[in-house]
């Protein structure tokens, strides 16, 4: 990927908006018909095969010190402190709960803490939350184990890090969006270079074997020549892994939003041009291009995870774990069993009241049906693999692949056309710059999305 492959009209005329494809089905055609018994089947059907699936253990904690203006996130903004106690009481039996649908042969080979901001909880909170999950659950012992945990670097200090790395966290995400003043100032998130710096260091001396940072272009008040120096600065730390989100305003839908002028925002033309930019950067300091929004150092497992076909994505974002199944505890939080997705409630007290009756927070989820584990095997391959091996596909599901995405091969001809994606031995593959837009080939195939409307 490098600014030879982008091609401008091109993306102007796919510009569609659509899922992200962190689950297939998406979560509006979650229900609130779904039950916790449907979870427990689900829990029991893995339980009984052959070789069961490895866990993945997702933790919630939606607390943050201060709101950024630009988060979508679920999370609630307090400088209590004695909050986030509480908070982990709640979520440790939730955990205790979630523990008993799943033999203890299925060993924990990833956990993530996310947010919300997970250090808004003290190093001892976090402590006594993965103490708690270690005797619940066996936690893996496994080289390849992924434990990560997202960090506000504003909020926490060198020996925190020491702290995470002695409870066996060796992953880090960090924060950042932009380190321009202007920006930082619009969207209520300053944070130094030298700070944030100080933190990926800590994280390297603690023995973190991986650390990601996010980005975000299209922020208000965001130019060229500001976003090129956060670039810069941020290739001068040698992140493992960026994420370089696109901003979406939608102040109707996050309240946070509506803090930000509209006329602060970059134009369409420019923010096409930002994401370039961090294309074009990105490349020449040697990091790969992985999907959406995600670039890798070829080191790094998450390149090495797509090279070898075992990358994956889910709520988590890409993972290097493909054969799990995903348990979400906390507020909001989505889990992944079998075939079917489970969704807590988005409201703190809701949760709350669920957790002390001693039950498990299902408000709503989805069981797939046959047509769903088929697509959602497709988009899976999408959104990793940048394509899809058609034969190994239709064995997998016993399926005729044309007769049976007949439609969806239809909806993708215009991006044939075009020249963003291939159909060429045996596969459907995305062209180089078709894969700036992964997401508007796997809508294709997503059977509950109204007709798409044909490119401008």
Known sequence: MSAAHFDLELIRRYDTPGPRYTSYPTAPQFSSDFNVAQLREQARIGNAEADPRRLSLYMHVPYCFSPCFYCGCNRIITRDASKGRVYVGRLAREIEMAAKLFDRGREVIQLHLGGGTPNFLAPHDIDILIAVARRNFTFSAAADRDFSIEIDPRFMDARDIAAYGEMGFNRASIGIQDFDEAV???????????????????????????????????????????????????????????????????????????????NDLPDAETKLALLQLAI??????????????????????????????????????????????????????????????SQNPRDLAAWEAAVDRGELPAWRGVEMTSDDVVRADVIQQLMCQGAVDIAATARRHGIDFAAYFATSIRKLQPLIDDGLVRLADGKIKASTVGRLMLRRIAMCFDNYLPPIAPPR
């Open 184 to 262: 930082q100032l619009a969207v209520n998130r300053v944070q130094s270079s030298d700070d944030t710096a100080g933190i990926i260091e800590a994280c390297r001396v603690a023995g973190f074997r991986s650390v990601n940072v996010d980005l975000i272009y299209g922020l208000p008040r965001q130019t060229l020549p500001g976003f090129a120096r956060t670039l810069d600065t941020v290739i001068a730390m040698r992140p493992d892994r960026l994420a370089i989100y696109a901003y979406a305003h939608l102040p109707q839908m996050f309240k946070a939003q509506r803090q930000i002028d509209a």
């Open 280 to 341: 074009a950067k990105l490349s020449a300091a040697g990091y790969l291009y992985i999907g959406m929004d995600h670039f890798a150092l070829p080191s790094d497992e998450l390149a090495r995870a797509q090279d070898v076909g075992t990358l994956h994505r889910n709520f988590m974002g890409y993972t290097t774990q493909s054969d799990t199944d995903l348990i979400a505890v906390g507020v909001s939080a989505i889990s992944h069993v079998g075939r079917c997705f």
